[in-house]
């Protein structure tokens, strides 16, 4: 069964971190480009970072450059997203995408930034 599922996520203090984990099942992570989008309430979703799918090339959106880090690790088939110096604004449900020959998504785990 072919599946992504998405964990690590809670309730944190500004400037605090969390680890995002996403693991899959049923196929490789190695093979598909990975990325993670978050959603506010209220809001659009919105990409996160991203790494490819050979080269490992890693992508961050421009608020998250230099607080956040995609990591691969093929052993666990497990995509992490280390996030640290949390803000409220990056309070939302995150959710892990996996796009190769063809697209899976998780079912997101819910981050909350509040003191």
């Known amino acids: 069964q072919v599946q992504l599922v998405e964990s690590g996520g809670g309730l944190v203090q500004p400037g605090g971190s969390l680890r995002l984990s996403c693991a899959a099942s049923?196929?490789?992570?190695?093979?598909?480009?990975i990325g993670w989008f978050r959603q506010a309430p209220g809001k659009k979703r919105e990409g996160v970072s991203c790494?490819?799918?050979?080269?490992?090339?890693?992508y961050y959106a421009d608020s998250m450059k230099g607080r956040f880090i995609i990591s691969r690790d093929a052993a666990e088939n497990t995509v992490y997203l280390q996030m640290n110096k949390l803000k409220p604004e990056d309070t939302a449900v995150y959710y892990c995408?996996?796009?190769?020959?063809?697209?899976?998504w998780g079912q997101g785990t819910q981050v909350t930034v509040s003191s």
């Open positions: 995408r996996a796009v190769g020959l063809r697209e899976y």
């Open positions: 049923g196929f490789t992570v190695g093979d598909y480009a």
């Open positions: 790494i490819g799918r050979s080269d490992g090339d890693t």
